[in-house]
């Protein structure tokens, strides 16, 4: 597999909105067992996939395996890529269960919001966020936040995901994921008008 990419090239990545995205032919090639169609896949992902197992693990050799992890999911269960769905769609929810169930082993990681107390009514996170800092910082602030938030908000705004593609990611209803995008927004926002 292609070496998992330094920080520059992660946050390269991170502000880059051009996506690239696999080809129907790209899963054909995949689903016959060819070696360099994984290669070029791998190629094709690794940058948002890398980005996104370091926001929910914070940690970059969990992050390596859990890249790794999906990549020997995609090889094993490719045959069940519905080619009806997104690929980018059926491969994250493939990273969020992999990284789900390494962060519910986890002693100590939150994926609830049960700690986090926030007002009911707060301005425009969105505009407040975006407006305010830099990607740094940002990526700062984010690592703090239980692990269900850190990811919608990687899904939404680094991956440029919609709501219901996150939902179908995270297997959760599309008014959770609302919700998580929402609160999430507003802890960021708390987090950087500290």
């Given amino acids: ?63 390596d395996d859990l890249f790794q992890q999906t990549w020997l999911h995609v090889v094993r269960q490719i045959h069940r890529y519905d080619a009806a769905r997104s690929f980018d ?42 407006a305010g800092e830099r990607a740094a910082i940002l990526a700062a602030a984010l690592t703090e936040l239980p692990a269900l938030y850190r990811e919608a908000l990687t899904l939404r705004f680094e991956e440029g995901m919609k709501l219901e593609e996150i939902a179908e990611v995270t297997h959760a209803p599309l008014s959770t994921v609302k919700s998580r995008v929402r609160r999430g927004l507003e802890a960021m926002k708390q987090k950087l008008c500290k």
Avoid: K
């Fill in 89 to 130: 769609t059926w491969l994250f929810a493939i990273a969020h269960n992999a990284a789900m169930d390494l962060l519910r082993r986890r002693p100590g990681e939150s994926l609830e919001d049960h700690e986090f107390s926030l007002p009911e009514h707060a301005p425009d996170a969105l505009s407040t966020v975006l």
């Fill in 1 to 63: 597999l292609p070496r998992i990419p330094n920080a520059v090239m992660i946050y390269q990545a991170a502000i880059d909105e051009n996506f690239p995205v696999a080809e129907p032919t790209q899963v054909a090639r995949l689903r016959s067992g060819d070696p360099a169609a994984l290669a070029e896949a791998v190629g094709l992902y690794q940058h948002r996939l890398y980005r996104y197992f370091l926001r929910l693990v914070r940690d970059r050799a969990t992050a």
